[in-house]
Structure formats: C-alpha cells, structure tokens
C-alpha cells in the first residue's frame, strides 16, 4: 500500500503529525516514511490477504509533504479511539519508534480535529478558574516548592509551608519525589499542611493554595485523591509522565473540582535529544487534552535546559482558544477546552522574575524553591522578597533601585543580584 500522496490536502477531520526523521543507513526518506505511515496505522511490513480494498481506500494515512528531515502525515480520525490519549499515543508515537528502518524518529508536533478534541474534557478549572479560586487576577501567581525536597518530617514541613504562606506565596507544592515516605507520610503531611495553609489565609488576608503530590499506582493515586477532597484541599499535583496519560486522565475525570497541578518529571527523557523522542510542544498539548489546570513550562531563564522558543509556542498552546498553524507548526483549534495556566520553575531566584515577566506576562505562576528558602532571613522573607520584586515589575522599578530601599531585597541582591545560568 502506498501512502506518499503529496498532492494531498488534509480535511478538517484529519489527525496531522509532523515528524523529524532520520533513515537508518541505505534507507531513503520517503521509502522511511511510507514504513512509519504504515506501521502507525493499518499496515504491516507485508502484504496480507486480509486487506479489505475499502479499509485501505477510507483508513490509510496520507504522506502530504516531505521537507528533509521533516515528513507530514494526515490520519483519518477514524482510526483513534476519542477521549483516549493511550490509544492515540500508541498509533503516532508508538511501535515507529522501534523500527530498524529509523535511525532518529522525534514527533514534532500534532494538531487533533474538532471531532476528537471535543471528546475530552481539558482542564476542569484551567487558567481562569484557578485565579478565582485564588482571588489573584492582576499579577503572576508566586509559589514555591519545599526544600530539602525529601527528608523533613510532616511537621517541619508544615511549618516551611507557613512561613512561606504568610510572607506571601500563593502556593505551595510537594516537590515532585515526595509522596508517602516513612519520614513524611502522606496523610499526617496533608493534614498538618492544611492547618498551616489555614493559619496564613487568617493572618494574610489571601487564599492560599497547598498542592499535595498524589503520585501513585491506580488505586492509591484515587485513594489519595479522596483523602485530598475530604481534607477541604483547593488542589492535588501529579508526576503527568510517571503517572502516564492514562493515569491523569483518570485523575481528572474524578477531581470533582480541584484544580490539577501538572509536574513534568522525566520529560526530558524523550524530548532532550533535538532529533529523537517528542518535543516538550508535542507533550504540552497533550497535558492540556489530558486536563491539567497548571503546567511546568520552563523559565527560559532558569537552571533547566529549554529552548525559548519553544517554550514561548508551548505557553501560548496553553493560553490560546485558537493557536494558527505556521513554519513547522500544526497549531490547533482548542474548541471549548479551558486555557492552562504556565508555570515557571527551576533554578529561579527573585531577580530572575523580571526576565520572566518579560517573556510571559502576569499569566504565570512563578514557582521558586531555593529562590525562597535560600535568603538569609529564612523563607518567610523569602516570600517577602518575591512579592515585592513582582509588585515592582508591575510599577516599572529596577531591581537595583528596590535593592537600595528595601531590606528584604537588598540582602537576597547581594547573594543572587547578578546570578544567571
């Protein structure tokens, strides 16, 4: 069967991946392309009696432009299963990736049509729902992530958490290896982080938001989710690619309201390599199709490797109804599927969110951990600083001039004034 066709113009009801692809040596790229259209869909590395004339005419992929390395390929929707990223996953980043015929195979992009983006639910709450929850509509969230990431007890990590609540951070998060360890269980940690939280919203006047990581196995992962709601949380987080697809969307589809914190760990496993793997875009997307309400999206700025444009195309994936298609881009119409709210982390201290600002605007939340509990004076002036670095961003206020006047900056200044990565 022969799938290169590129007099080919995809229908609104196509499936378009963009593929980087390297042959392996001897192949060429087309005869390579024909074998990945091939194996991702109907076909098989032979002929078998067993094709039906009709089921190759109305299902086969369509090859509609090649541009070395890069190949385009059109699926009929029929093919996927709607509402099942596993499924979906399994056809256009599955078995290809272990084929002989391929020496380099990266899913670039992809762009779902309306009749299977309309059979996900997306984002419960999404970007807007969490300021109103939050109460924070004018300015970027800030938040920060416990330190050390393992190793406190659930009572000093409560603790950690109200400092940083009360000296002004919106949020805080279990880092991403913290679940349910013999030093810092799981429910006593839930229930002592609640309390703390509680005791911030009183004394500050804010709604604070408490993440707890329900990362788990199935069964666990859902009775953690109880235990979250029937502790009056605002939030649960979950490991998205640890977890699987399968596993968020099963998280998602029993949240009852609660917004979802999406951590990325171990992304860059498969999208690190420029050439092989999915790209951080490709795997963005697919979180907001999954239903997560926030996203790690990188900080450009920070100790993460990410590059800027790409991080700049996932954020607006995450924030746009509509995101137009253009060189090497398949955009997508999000249909009625709420925007997810970007966050920034990763090496970021507080001279950092001017940069970040600069790059996302107020719609980020900004996560710093060592960035907080690293000043001097301890992770409530932390948080301090943070505020009133994000306040003087908003006023147009250089960094040196708030150093100068304010003793909570100015001793963070002195320590990571001029630090970049």
């Known amino acids: ?69 890069y190949v385009w390929i059109a699926y009929p929707s029929q093919l996927f299963e709607p509402g099942s990223l596993p499924q979906i996953l399994s056809s256009i980043a599955g078995n290809i990736y272990g084929m002989k015929a391929i020496d380099r195979l990266r899913l670039e992009d992809f762009r779902f049509p309306r009749v299977l983006t309309e059979s996900f639910a997306g984002p419960a709450l999404g970007r807007d729902g969490v300021r109103e929850m939050l109460g924070v509509a004018d300015r970027p969230l800030i938040g920060t992530i416990v330190k050390p990431k393992v190793g406190l007890s659930s009572e000093q990590f409560a603790e950690v958490l109200y400092e940083a609540m009360a000296g002004g951070c919106d949020l805080v998060k279990d880092d991403e290896n913290l679940t349910d360890q013999g030093f810092n269980r799981f429910e006593k940690r839930l229930e002592l982080s609640l309390k703390a939280a509680e005791r911030a919203e009183r004394e500050t006047g804010e709604r604070k938001g408490y993440m707890p990581n329900v990362t788990a196995p199935g069964d666990e992962l859902l009775r953690r989710l109880e235990l ?4 009056g949380s605002r939030y649960v987080m979950i490991d998205v690619v640890t977890t699987g697809f399968a596993g968020v969307q099963m998280l998602r589809n029993h949240t009852d309201g609660l917004a ?21 875009l490709a795997f963005s997307k697919l979180t907001r199709f999954a239903g997560v309400d ?99 961003v908003l006023k147009g206020e250089s960094m040196e001039s708030l150093a100068e006047r304010d003793t909570d900056v100015g001793k963070a200044y002195k320590i990571w004034g001029h630090k970049s990565w």
């Open 1 to 69: 069967m022969q799938y290169l066709d590129l007099g080919y113009s995809p229908t609104d009801n196509d499936l378009l991946t963009l593929y980087r692809l390297t042959p392996a040596e001897g192949k060429t790229l087309e005869e390579v392309a024909e074998a990945l259209a091939g194996e991702s869909s109907i076909g098989t590395w032979t002929d078998v009696s067993t094709m039906i004339p009709e089921v190759g005419e109305n299902l086969k992929p369509h090859i509609y432009k090649i541009a070395e390395p």
């Open 228 to 231: 979250v709601k029937q502790a």
């Open 260 to 280: 979802i914190h999406a951590h990325r760990a171990m992304y860059a496993a498969f999208s690190r390599v420029p050439d092989h793997g999915m790209s951080t």
């Open 294 to 392: 926030q996203l790690h999206v990188g900080t450009i700025v920070g100790k993460m490797e990410g590059d800027k444009d790409e991080i700049l195309r996932m954020h607006q994936e995450m924030n746009n109804a509509v995101v137009e298609p253009g060189d090497r881009l398949l955009g997508q119409d999000w249909g009625t599927l709420k925007p997810v709210l970007s966050v920034a982390s990763g090496g970021v201290h507080p001279f950092l969110i001017p940069a970040i600002m600069g790059h996302f605007g107020h719609e980020v939340a900004i996560m710093q951990g060592g960035g907080i509990h690293g000043h001097p004076d301890g992770s409530r002036a932390g948080a301090r600083t943070a505020r009133k670095v994000v306040d003087a």
